[in-house]
């Protein structure tokens, strides 16, 4: 069995390391880790331990757009502990990825999105150190039968990000405080009558919820949205696209 060993980090005397089976996962996946934390040359006191599911948004403000650090999710692993000098302790953790969280494996190649865990460990009388761990994030069967969908309606996947703040219409809303949105062109731009279209997806257990907003050559922009059963096939995927965006 595969265990990708990532980044350690010095904390004072001692080390952090987290272990994942693997770092490509699904939304919504159940993962498992191993943190191991290595004394150093003298007993350390070690007031917590924490693991974090980070991702990256654009924050649109009077000033322009920049970007910041997100929260997805967090688990508390440890209250406060001692380690003695040269020990090795492994604490063994199951987590959920949120449902939410944004794919990062996109046949794209201006792709801005990015996710990470991050792990953090509180020492007393020191700065908070973290292993910062990038993840691989594939899309769901649904979701790479909504990029077959767009690219047989003849768009183009140019651009990915996750941006600040919720998805709400009368049908769902999204929970996470970001959404991912994927950008399309058309692939022949001609008279084409829809210039681009952004494709969201907020994903849960039993359904996936589309919004598209969509940037017309003669009317401006719209909106519509609509949820697929995550049992869907392709066909009935292109179908539900074709007789939206026919």
């Known amino acids: 069995m595969f265990k990708k060993l990532l980044a350690s ?3 004072g005397g001692a080390t952090v390391d987290t272990q994942l089976i693997d770092n490509r996962l699904l939304p ?5 880790a191993t943190i191991v934390v290595k004394g150093g040359n003298v007993p350390q006191q070690i007031s917590g331990l924490d693991l974090a599911l980070m991702t990256k948004v654009k924050v ?3 000033n322009g757009d920049y970007f910041k650090n997100h929260r997805l999710a967090s688990w508390r692993l440890t209250e406060s502990f001692e380690i003695q000098a040269g020990e090795i302790r492994e604490i063994p953790f199951s987590g959920k990825l949120h449902p939410e969280t944004p794919f990062t494996q996109l046949p794209v190649r201006n792709n801005q999105s990015q996710v990470w865990l991050q792990t953090g460990v509180d020492i007393d009388t020191a700065l908070d150190p973290s292993d910062i761990d990038a993840l691989v994030i594939m899309p769901t069967a649904i979701a790479e039968h909504v990029l077959k969908a767009m690219d047989g309606l003849g768009f183009v996947l140019v651009k990915a990000d996750v941006e600040q703040g919720f ?5 769902f809303r999204s929970t996470s405080g970001c959404y991912q949105e994927l950008e399309f062109k058309p692939r022949n731009m001609g008279f084409n009558r829809l210039r681009e279209i952004e494709v969201s997806l907020v994903c849960d257990a039993e359904q996936t919820h589309v919004l598209l907003e969509l940037d017309r050559a003669f009317r401006g922009d719209g909106y ?3 949820s697929l059963p995550n049992n869907a096939t392709l066909s009935q995927v292109q179908e539900i696209f ?3 965006l026919g």
């Open 242 to 244: 074709r007789a939206n």
């Open 167 to 171: 998805l709400n219409t009368r049908a």
């Open 60 to 62: 649109s403000s009077d």
């Open 9 to 11: 980090v010095g904390i």
């Open 224 to 226: 519509l949205y609509f």
């Open 28 to 32: 919504g996946q159940i993962f498992n």
